[in-house]
């Protein structure tokens, strides 16, 4: 019954912001490692950011680093993912994804998480 749900996505100008927020139930939040990964039409699922359980420590891809933060509010269970400077690059489907058991060197691998949202959509058009 662990479920998450993403939210937030839409269409932006190239140069605008859009802010996501994973919504999460059906485990205790705070235990959970939370990531964004994003997919584009024809590309693999790529890490964009994390934030560790406990320590709240985030991580991002070189591609977003700067622009982008993730945050998360364990009381509300939820993680957010304010999204600056958008570039039309940026235009994919965003997942969140959550584990429990999770070293920081493997925070980019899709494989390594048991949770998964249903995505939603960003569009950052040129």
């Known amino acids: 019954q662990v479920q998450l749900v993403e939210s937030g996505g839409g269409m932006v100008p190239a140069g605008g912001s859009l802010r996501l927020s994973c919504k999460a139930s059906g485990l205790t939040f705070n235990r959970y490692t939370v990531a964004w990964f994003r997919q584009a039409p024809g590309s693999e699922r790529e890490f964009v950011a994390a934030i560790k359980r406990y320590s709240s420590n985030t991580n991002y891809s070189n591609s977003v680093k700067g622009r982008f933060t993730m945050s998360r509010d364990n009381a509300k269970s939820t993680a957010y993912l304010q999204m600056n400077s958008l570039k039309a690059e940026d235009t994919a489907v965003y997942y969140c994804?959550?584990?429990?058991?999770?070293?920081?060197?493997?925070?980019?691998?899709?494989?390594?998480?048991?949770?998964w949202g249903q995505g939603t959509q960003v569009t950052v058009s040129s």
């Open positions: 994804a959550a584990d429990q058991n999770l070293i920081t060197s493997s925070m980019g691998i899709v494989s390594q998480y048991d949770y």
